[in-house]
């Protein structure tokens, strides 16, 4: 008899899709969680060039090639004056991966993983996966995560507590205070910090502070990609930077399950990050734009939401019956509870849509509201 593992059992599609598949085709679509830019000129060469020469027939090394690893590693200096060993992380198909390769490692059954609720679905659902407890935690009213709540969370069963900022679905981004309190209760509990940093060049106010820069022991892990830096989510190509010996572990995760990052995705991110950066420059300016006038919108159809600092979501708190009310009225917004219970009475809005969609969307959104109130 075939059965099914209950690890696997626990977990369940996402509720995302159903509310895109509710939808009319002409409806506008704020529920969508990737950049609507193209992949900048030069990744796309990096990748033709390396095909047409013939470097993408072979696996590559299974940590990534070397030239992507010290891509990678510079990276980290020049924004942060992070010094990365590029022997100290593994190229992974998308933070997706990377996320996992950190929970497979460092999860044992019955142990806990903390993470922000509401916060991207694939926190509980990895954890279960990985055979873990999820242990969802609320946030402040202004939809940041604190640090009090996190140590107030942590048992002798937590192995892991996740960190995302910018956030998905909020915006939200965490101050540098925060982040150093971050690393020093990551420090002080020995529990392992996984800040989740795929958002962190989408930041409008302030600066983004990866908490690995402030622990003094190897007890943060640091996930990112070029998945939504560079609109590149189609090419699933991402990173986890840690200590040795965690690298080491889960390289044993990703050599059985992956190999390597598909090769050609491993030489188009090599160029996206070695080359002109201007693109995304003019994306994060373009989604600033946006986000002021949706935040202009919203709060002008009388709904209260806290201000996103980064990413391109809003999460307004809304009136019930709302989300039903607005894709009725054709436009698709996910509602808050897709992301955890503490979602509920809020709404997750992406902005990456063109500028006249969504005006046309507010003035629906506006409609919609007054309707329901
Ligand atoms: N982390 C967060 C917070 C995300 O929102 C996403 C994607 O939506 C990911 C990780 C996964 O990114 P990738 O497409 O690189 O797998």
């Known amino acids: 008899m075939t059965t099914f593992a209950n690890r696997v059992e626990q977990v369940s599609i996402s509720g995302i899709r159903k509310v895109f598949e509710a939808a009319g085709d002409d409806a506008i679509n704020l529920g969508i969680g990737q950049p ?3 992949t900048p000129a030069h990744a796309r060469r990096g990748a033709i060039e390396a095909i047409e020469s013939g470097l993408t027939d072979a696996y590559t090394s299974n940590k990534g090639t070397h030239s992507l690893r010290e891509a990678i590693s510079a990276k980290y200096d020049r924004d942060y004056g992070l010094e990365i060993d590029p022997e100290d992380l593994i190229a992974t198909s998308g933070g997706s991966e990377a996320l996992h390769l950190v929970l497979q490692a460092h ?6 993983v903390i993470f922000p609720d509401p916060g991207f679905v694939s926190y ?5 996966i990985a055979g873990g407890t999820p ?12 640090p009090a709540t996190v140590e107030e969370a942590i048992t002798d069963d937590t192995a892991i507590f996740v960190v995302n900022s910018p956030a998905n679905p909020t915006g939200a981004v965490q101050s540098e205070d925060d982040m150093r309190e971050f690393a ?3 420090d002080e509990h020995d529990v392992l910090c996984l800040s989740d940093e795929v958002y962190e060049h989408i930041v409008f106010e302030g600066t983004h502070h990866p908490p ?3 622990a003094e022991t190897d007890n943060v892990v640091t996930v990112s990609a070029c998945s939504k830096t560079y609109s590149m989510t189609g090419w699933r190509l991402g990173w986890v930077v840690g200590s040795n010996r965690r690298i080491e572990r889960m390289l044993r995760v990703h ?7 598909s090769a050609p995705a491993q030489y188009a991110a090599e160029a996206a990050l070695t080359g002109p950066q201007d ?3 003019e994306m994060v300016a373009a989604f600033e734009d946006r986000r002021d006038v949706v935040l202009d919108g919203l709060e002008d159809a009388g709904l209260d939401v806290p201000k996103p600092e980064g990413a391109f979501y809003v999460m307004p708190k809304v009136p019930e019956g709302w989300c039903a009310e607005v894709l009725d009225r054709g436009v698709v917004v996910v509602p808050g509870d897709a992301f955890g219970a503490n979602g509920e009475g809020y709404a997750r809005l992406s902005y990456a849509t063109g500028m006249d969609e969504l005006k046309e969307a507010l003035e629906i959104i506006d409609e919609a509201t007054q309707a329901v109130r």
């Open 279 to 281: 693109p995304v420059d």
């Open 107 to 112: 999860v044992d059954p019955g142990q806990e």
């Open 135 to 146: 242990k969802p935690v609320g946030l402040r009213e202004d939809l940041t995560l604190d």
């Open 36 to 38: 609507d830019f193209p």
């Open 184 to 186: 020093r209760i990551a």
């Open 255 to 261: 050599q059985y399950g992956q190999a390597c990052a």
């Open 124 to 128: 509980d659902a990895l954890t279960k």
């Open 212 to 214: 690995m820069q402030f």
